[in-house]
Nanobody, 125 residues
């Protein structure tokens, strides 16, 4: 099983980034997917999640209206479009997969089965 996150970088406040997560080694279309982020010295926090069908989406209040999660089951990939970035969005971003949320989504870190290695996003003011 592998989750490969990419797309991070250094941007200015107000800019946009699109993160991608390529999945392999499991039946991607059977899994709910999520994005989490972590800054140094803090716990990993939920950012966004999407059900296996893409029909149910969830967001943290801090990113609602700015970030959009999507998935392409044909490409085994999940994306996070991040607009109007703020310095407080600076973090390492991780994608994760869960096997039993059904056509729903989880927001709890411990309920995800697989994790990617993270991609770093830095937003300067």
């Amino acid at each position: 099983v592998q989750l490969q996150a990419s797309g991070g970088g250094l941007v200015q406040a107000g800019d946009s980034l699109r993160l991608s997560c390529a999945a392999s080694g499991f039946t991607f279309s059977d899994y709910g997917m999520g994005w989490f982020r972590q800054t140094t010295g803090k716990e990993r926090e939920f950012v966004a999640a999407i059900s296996w069908s893409g029909g149910r989406l969830g967001y943290a209040d801090s990113v609602k209206g700015r970030f959009t999660i999507s998935r392409d089951n044909a490409k085994n990939a999940v994306y996070l479009q991040m607009n109007s970035l703020k310095p407080e969005d600076t973090a390492a971003y991780y994608c994760a997969a869960d096997s039993d949320s059904g056509d729903n989504y989880y927001t709890i870190e411990g309920w995800f089965d697989y994790w990617g290695q993270g991609t770093r996003v830095t937003v300067s003011s």
